[in-house]
């Protein structure tokens, strides 16, 4: 009991839940371990072939996620996580 009050009281002092899709301090040197940042201009673009994605330098792993795929949500700080829309353009780059 005083472990879940005492957690609650950090949560509320932190200003409720973290929001974890705030990507604002992504440019800060070591923020980046996947190498999502230097990969911005694949957004928009089809979805690269599997022997393109090996050729990828930088990500331990490369996963590809598209609408209404089911994911887990381990994170992975050097997986490349490749978001496409329905017609397989990419839409997202982020580390996790």
């Known amino acids: 009991m005083k472990l879940a009050a005492t957690l609650l009281a950090l949560t509320l002092a932190n200003g409720g839940a973290a929001d974890m899709r705030d990507l604002s301090g992504l440019n800060r040197a070591g923020d980046d371990p996947c190498g999502a940042l230097a990969l911005q201009h694949l957004v928009g673009e089809p979805v690269p072939d599997t022997e393109a994605l090996a050729q990828i330098e930088g990500p331990q792993r490369i996963r590809v996620i598209r ?3 089911m ?4 994170h992975i700080p050097g997986r490349l ?11 997202g780059l982020r580390c996790g």
């Open 67 to 69: 609408p209404g795929d």
């Open 71 to 74: 994911i887990t949500m381990d």
């Open 81 to 91: 996580n490749i978001e496409l829309d329905s017609a397989g353009i990419v839409v």
